[in-house]
């Protein structure tokens, strides 16, 4: 499984930016997705997760209310709507399949990931 994302770029606070995950095969409709998030100096965190079927979500507080994580299975498609972009939002943002169907905001949970693209949100 080969994961691409992209969609990234450089907004102000305030904007909204869509970040798009085209996954390579149709396995990844059997499995759980998510979107994690590293700035610079610090550790990889948990932005979203979303089950195979789309029916279960969860969302890192910090972006709860203003991320919306959604899947098209068909076109094997993940998407992460960021809507009310803060300063502290900057980071390489990374989607990656779960080893399983469910959503999971723990990275050891992931078997495949893509390599990421960059959002940079001025103040």
């Known amino acids: 499984v080969q994961l691409q994302a992209s969609g990234g770029g450089l907004v102000q606070a305030g904007a909204s930016l869509r970040l798009s995950c085209a996954a390579s095969k149709r396995t990844t409709s059997n499995n759980g997705m998510g979107w994690f998030r590293q700035a610079p100096g610090k550790e990889r965190d948990f932005v979203a997760g979303?089950?195979?079927?789309?029916?279960?979500?969860r969302y890192a507080d910090s972006v709860s209310g203003r991320f919306t994580i959604s899947r098209d299975n068909a076109g094997n498609m993940v998407y992460l709507q960021m809507n009310n972009l803060k300063p502290e939002d900057t980071a390489v943002y990374y989607c990656?399949?779960?080893?399983?169907?469910?959503?999971?905001?723990?990275?050891?949970?992931?078997?495949?990931w893509g390599q990421g693209t960059q959002v940079t949100v001025s103040s």
């Open positions: 990656a399949a779960a080893r399983s169907s469910f959503s999971s905001s723990n990275p050891s949970d992931y078997a495949y």
């Open positions: 979303i089950s195979w079927r789309g029916g279960n979500t």
